[in-house]
């Protein structure tokens, strides 16, 4: 069951511009959301989350909005950088599961300088 | 800043062998996880670990996999007979709380391959 879903796998940008990473989910009780970076040969670390209090989180470049009704939220990196080009990852979490996360696929993000 | 350790960082095995992957998670932090990723494919909850016993697995987890705080500094997951479709990359991550706002910290992996 793919209850988080990133239907991007690979994304490319320029330098400067905007990068829109999306994220679907199916389930309601989702309550908690971050997104992951991860570079090769490292493990996913932490970007910037959001819980569903909330419709838009801003940490600098990074900017994530949710949209509940939607079962919908979105990364914002403005503007995006060379450093940037990393796999990207949504997590999903219920207060029922605890730290239980549900990952999406991720999504390739490649920023051309 | 504090980081979790996983070793080895790349690890071959025989179909039907054990493998014990092993963490160290972040000092002071008292819950521990592992999850996977199997190539191509999104990142999958194993297990939760917390005061010396599995708090919630996944289906994933069945009875060939078991986790271990031996010494109060490592974390391992071992599998005791090993599968094909056990190869993938495995994560250990470690928190300081349960709660629902606590961001996980993860190791960099254990690239599996099971032959």
């Known amino acids: 069951d793919q209850q988080v879903k990133q239907n991007s796998p690979s994304l490319s940008v320029q330098e400067g511009r905007i990068s829109i990473l999306n994220c679907d989910y199916t389930?309601?009780?989702?309550?908690?959301f971050l997104w992951y970076k991860k570079y090769p040969a490292e493990g996913p670390t932490f970007l910037i989350s959001?819980?569903?209090?909330?419709d838009k989180n801003e940490d600098g470049r990074f900017t994530v909005f949710l949209n509940k009704s939607a079962k919908h939220l979105s990364l914002h990196i403005v503007p995006s950088q060379p450093g940037d080009s990393a796999v990207y990852f949504c997590?999903?979490?219920?207060?029922?599961?605890?730290?239980?996360?549900?990952f999406g696929t991720g999504t390739s993000l490649t920023v051309i300088p | 800043e504090p980081e979790v350790t996983q070793t080895p960082s790349h690890q071959v095995t025989q179909m039907g062998q054990e493998v014990i992957l092993r963490c160290v998670p972040i000092?002071?932090?008292?819950?521990f996880y592992w999850y996977r990723q199997i190539l191509g494919q999104k990142v999958e909850f194993l297990v939760s670990?917390?005061?010396?016993?599995?708090?919630?697995k996944s289906e994933i987890f069945d009875d060939q996999f078991s986790v271990e705080r031996p010494d109060g500094s490592n974390f391992t997951l071992k599998i005791r007979s090993t599968k094909l479709e056990d190869s993938a990359m495995y994560f250990c991550?470690?928190?300081?709380?349960?709660?629902?706002?606590?961001?996980?910290?993860f190791g960099s992996g254990t690239q599996l391959s099971v032959l």
């Open positions: 991550a470690s928190g300081s709380t349960r709660q629902i706002n606590e961001k996980l910290f």
């Open positions: 389930n309601s009780m989702f309550d908690y």
């Open positions: 959001i819980s569903s209090i909330k």
């Open positions: 997590a999903a979490s219920a207060t029922n599961t605890g730290n239980q996360f549900y």
């Open positions: 000092s002071n932090h008292l819950y």
């Open positions: 670990f917390y005061n010396n016993e599995i708090s919630e």
